[in-house]
């Protein structure tokens, strides 16, 4: 009679199921920590990077816009020579932000930084053409209001 068990045979087949539940939990466990282990790995790597580089365009931004004005008030060549190593290192710190962004959105947003940072450098590089002429510095100082500034508030 297949329908009655021993107490052995119940105790046995009790401990083979709290064993293959044990193992099983233990499996969805694993699978679990690898998955929080994979995403805080991301995090590290590719996420703290990001906000590190737009820390840097960020820091970047302000210190050419500070050689910029340095020129337009004090016309020493060694601001316009600032200026474009900075520009020069934006650049590549933008190329890298457009390489790690991970999502389409994030590139189109770095593009567009991009397009507006070139905006921006002609605009200034108007405006320091302007400042090397016979022109007055009230006429220059406007130039950059309307013609630079808001360039670089986009």
């Known amino acids: 009679m ?12 009790s401990i083979g199921l709290l ?3 044990t193992m099983l939990i233990g499996l969805i466990s694993f699978v679990a920590l690898r998955t929080v282990v994979t995403g805080k790995d991301r995090v590290i790597d590719v996420d703290a990077q990001l906000l590190i580089d737009a820390q840097a365009v960020r820091g970047l931004g302000e210190r050419k816009g500070g050689e910029g004005r ?13 200026m474009r190593a900075a520009r020069t290192e934006l650049l590549a710190v933008l190329d890298r932000l457009r ?4 999502t389409d959105e ?14 921006h450098q002609r605009a200034l590089d ?7 002429s016979a022109a007055t510095l009230d006429t220059v100082t406007n ?3 309307q013609q ?6 986009r």
Request: glycine share 10%.
């Open 2 to 13: 297949g329908g009655h068990w021993t107490f052995g045979q119940k105790v046995s087949a």
């Open 19 to 21: 064993v293959a539940l």
């Open 70 to 82: 340095g020129f337009l008030l004090t016309r020493d060549e060694r601001f316009v020579t600032g």
């Open 99 to 102: 390489q790690n962004a991970v």
């Open 106 to 119: 994030g590139r189109r947003l770095v593009d567009q930084i991009v397009a507006a940072e070139a905006e």
């Open 126 to 132: 108007e405006v320091v053409t302007l400042r090397r």
């Open 143 to 145: 130039a950059f209001d």
């Open 148 to 153: 630079t500034a808001p360039t670089r508030d």
